[in-house]
């Protein structure tokens, strides 16, 4: 019994310790999925002319306080030299350092790519490395080569001149919407240090703006809205995967009139609908402290009155009157069959369809055989329960 006892304790120790494994396993594994790294470039440019400098941070979200971390960077999936979570590109090289790059902490996921392009030009529009989203600020910057001077800066979009001669080389949009997408470009006049041999240089770019949210759809529940019904009206839309953390809010509207005001909630509830409840509804969805927001198509919701349709009523009581015609024309058939059962076969029963007396279409034949019945004998021993008729025939 001593042994038994001790191996169950050893075993239930070693059930728990094994147990705390797959619980810490699990932890790290969250952890090592919920710390997947960024890569920024400071200045926040993708594209560098030969020669210019960038410094390359792997950005690590964490829950937890900051600790010493390993890094690993990698261009074209290729390990780099680099261990810290800055990697300095100092004197840039257009055949060495362009590429795809990622970074990594022990333990960790690796981050998406980041292109960083490395182009030889005397001038360069600059734009940033990431996805450009709706509502996102976005920077250009008319970029020239070191060692020359240059003047009279224009910006385009679509060859319409969008900003005018000007000696900032940046041009800035706090909130960008889809429709300012476009081929971007810039012009500079450059020359040397002894200004002469003034040429003008650009450079262009298309400019994609993303959507953050797919258009939103306003949507009921249930279909059949009856009065008195908890009614639900949903606002839906799918955020882009790259920004699904981004904070949306809702507003709902009602004939045009706001129902609801913005709110995280894409959910509108009518605890008890009424017919006043009625209308065109359509929902607003907008990125928190933005100008972005999208209105979703008119959905017109009926509430329907509880009571039954006249149709319906009408529908029940002719059914009703069928089933009793029905029933009387079966009853009707099964009493005529019985009647008929008793008849006698040699004796022809007048019918309906011969005698033309409305007075005598209820009157019951019978077949009476008096033929060995006594001249003059009488019917002894009267019953007084039974109905006596007298049958004169003088042939007898």
């Not at 960077?73 to 795809?100: A, E, M, T």
């Not at 960083?116 to 600020?137: H, M």
């Not at 004796?347 to 011969?354: G, L, R, V």
């Not at 003059?376 to 109905?387: C, S, W, Y």
């Amino acid at each position: 019994m001593y042994f038994s006892h001790t191996r169950c304790v050893h075993l239930s120790v070693f059930c728990c310790t094994l147990c705390s494994l797959c619980v810490l396993c699990d932890l790290f594994s969250s952890i090592g999925g919920a710390i997947k790294p960024v890569v920024t470039f400071t200045p926040n440019w993708g594209n560098i002319l030969e020669g210019d400098s960038v410094a390359l941070t792997c950005d690590v979200p964490s829950t937890v306080p900051e600790e010493p971390r390993t890094y690993h960077w990698y261009r074209d999936k290729r390990p780099i030299p680099g261990d810290k979570q800055r990697l300095h590109i100092i004197g840039s090289s257009v055949g060495r350092d362009s590429g795809d790059y990622q970074c990594q902490t022990i333990g960790g996921d690796i981050s998406d790519p980041v292109f960083l392009n490395v182009t030889l030009s005397y001038v360069l529009l600059q734009r940033p490395p990431s996805v450009i989203y709706e509502g996102d600020p976005l920077t250009l910057r008319c970029h020239h080569i070191k060692g020359f001077i240059a003047i009279n800066t224009k910006f385009y979009k679509d060859d319409q001149e969008i900003k005018p001669s000007e000696s900032d080389s940046t041009f800035h949009i706090p909130n960008i919407t889809r429709s300012q997408s476009g081929r971007y470009r810039c012009t500079k006049q450059i020359y040397g240090s002894d200004s002469s041999n003034v040429r003008g240089h650009s450079d262009e770019s298309f400019i994609s703006v993303k959507e953050l949210f797919s258009p939103p759809e306003i949507k009921v529940t249930p279909s059949r809205v009856i009065e008195g019904d908890e009614m639900t009206v949903r606002c839906d839309t799918r955020r882009d995967p790259l920004r699904g953390g981004t904070e949306l809010h809702f507003a709902f509207y009602r004939d045009g009139w706001t129902v609801r005001g913005y709110d995280v909630s894409d959910t509108y509830r009518v605890p008890s609908s009424q017919l006043e409840d009625s209308g065109k509804y359509t929902c607003e969805v907008r990125k928190r402290s933005s100008s972005v927001s999208t209105m979703s198509d008119e959905l017109y919701i009926q509430i329907h009155d509880n009571e039954l349709p006249g149709a319906v009523i009408a529908a029940a009581v002719i059914g009703s009157l069928v089933v009793i015609v029905v029933s009387a024309l079966l009853i009707w058939k099964r009493k005529k069959r019985k009647r008929f059962s008793h008849q006698d076969p040699h004796q022809a029963i007048p019918t309906a369809e011969n005698n033309t007396d409305p007075d005598l279409q209820d009157v019951c034949y019978t077949y009476l055989d008096i033929s060995q019945l006594s001249r003059g004998k009488r019917i002894q021993h009267e019953d007084p329960t039974v109905t006596y008729a007298t049958v004169n025939n003088t042939n007898i």
